[in-house]
């Protein structure tokens, strides 16, 4: 694993030390002798990751910290506070000024570079979500990031395994206060719960009596349903090996016995808002990519959807020599409508219409509005005989029924103009499978509309 990690210490000396432990494991370092110096380099480069000194002039690492993750820019870049500092209510003080972590000078080894494996990974996880929700800026959605960095780590259901009772009881009492806790003794059972319902972190103990619990840890991260919730595992002091194979397989975050309640509330905190932050991202890519192609009146897919999706159903049908037909839509004088009624009745009329076309033809159908009035129906497996019928049964479908307008006081008699074409064998293209289309819906527009005419290829 590689990644570019900030040191920010205003002593030299401590910088020079981090580096060239984090180098020999071959991550990129750079260093940073003040606040303001590691703010611009954190808003004008990529880091993925930050070690911060607490203790300097001018500006302290908590206030560092809580102006990167003030920051939408920059929100997402995990901070370890790095300091001499070791009481809990350091610990504490750093983690809720929005830190991600904690490291005690003089700092081990095996911390340091669990911590910062651990992050990376994290941060690389949500980095293509955060490329994605780019484009969501780009199509006119509230700001993405925004949003996402305005998530709570309270009121977190939490899903603890741990089949020792005075431990168990004891995280309850720490957690309780702020989160709504569940108790599972039985790790299989954990495991089947965990799938079942919607937890914001799971925590698991790794001193249970006759179960490994990184197996449980590894069957987490292997199902589709919970391999994106957080684990946080309990473990004993120096039981190194095990902690880095937890990191190994995944786990997000430890906490080592006896457990700190400050410290555990704070983690716990960073993990369920980082949870959350993720799946608000994820929320927003998918609305991103379902506005990219659907029209937002019809509901049926755009123009950029079936010219994208044609080719590829047009290379299926060639390569395995199945039919594929196509059909134009044209709603005839559909100009006067607009003109006539207004535009919110040609938009109640493009609406009804989809909904007609929508119920005349097959879930394998692609049915897409072209823009305006004109809409393109792909049917793969269908040859050019079944395609008229198809459109002839839309037309009727179309002309068989006066379509409501103005909030349905009244209706108007609308037809539609249809064209068909099929794939040709050999080397047609859907570019001419579409133009023949358009040429027999031009010849079904001149020779009276309300009808369906088929051009040969």
Do not use: W
Not at 5 to 27: C, G, H, M, T, W
Not at 131 to 153: N, Q, W
Request: hydrophobic share 40%; aromatic share 4%; with cysteine.
């Amino acid at each position: 694993m590689t990644a570019r990690v900030l040191v920010v210490d205003d002593i030299p000396a401590n910088v020079k030390l981090l580096q060239a432990r984090l180098s020999q494991e071959y991550f990129d370092v750079r260093g940073a002798t003040s606040g303001a110096e590691a703010l611009r380099i954190c808003d004008e480069e990529q880091c993925d990751i930050v070690l911060l000194d607490v203790m300097m002039p001018e500006m302290d690492g908590f206030e560092v910290c809580k102006r990167l993750k003030a920051n939408p820019r920059t929100h997402h870049i995990p901070v370890v506070m790095v300091t001499a500092l070791d009481q809990p209510s350091d610990r504490v003080k750093g983690l809720e000024s929005g830190a991600d972590d904690f490291l005690t000078k003089p700092v081990s080894d095996i911390a340091l570079i669990t911590r910062v494996k651990s992050l990376v990974r994290l941060k690389m996880l949500t980095d293509e979500l955060r490329m994605r929700a780019e484009t969501s800026r780009d199509l006119g959605i509230e700001d993405p990031f925004a949003e996402a960095a305005k998530v709570s780590g309270e009121n977190g259901r939490i899903l603890i395994v741990d089949d020792r009772l005075s431990s168990y009881d004891r995280f309850k009492r720490i957690l309780s206060r702020n989160n709504s806790i569940q108790i599972e003794t039985q790790p299989q059972e954990a495991l089947f719960r965990a799938a079942d319902e919607n937890y914001d972190l799971i925590i698991v103990s790794l001193a249970l009596e006759n179960f490994d619990g990184l197996r449980l840890c590894s069957q987490l991260r292997s199902l589709e349903r919970t391999r994106n919730v957080p684990v946080l595992i309990v473990v004993d002091p120096d039981d190194n090996a095990r902690l880095m194979r937890g990191l190994d397989l995944g786990v997000n975050d430890y906490i080592t016995r006896p457990v700190d309640p400050n410290e555990l509330v704070a983690r716990v905190v960073t993990q369920i808002k980082r949870r959350r932050y993720a799946e608000r991202l994820r929320d927003n890519v998918q609305m991103s990519v379902t506005m990219a192609v659907t029209d937002s009146l019809t509901g049926l897919h755009n123009r950029r959807y079936m010219e994208s999706h044609l080719q590829t159903l047009v290379e299926k049908a060639q390569e395995k020599r199945r039919p594929l037909s196509l059909l134009v839509l044209d709603i005839d004088h559909f100009k006067a409508v607009n003109d006539t009624y207004g535009h919110d009745a040609g938009d109640e009329v493009l609406k009804e219409f989809a909904r007609r076309v929508r119920k005349a033809v097959r879930g394998l159908d692609l049915a897409c509005r072209m823009g305006g009035e004109e809409f393109v129906i792909v049917m793969p497996e269908t040859d050019i005989g079944v395609a008229v019928r198809v459109g002839e049964r839309i037309r009727a479908t179309v002309a068989g029924d006066p379509f409501p307008i103005n909030g349905g006081t009244r209706a108007i008699d609308v037809t539609v103009s249809i064209g068909a074409s099929t794939l040709a064998a050999g080397s047609d293209t859907a570019e001419l499978l579409m133009k023949r289309a358009d040429e027999a819906l031009y010849n079904a527009k001149h020779t009276g509309r309300n009808r369906v005419s088929a051009q040969a290829a």
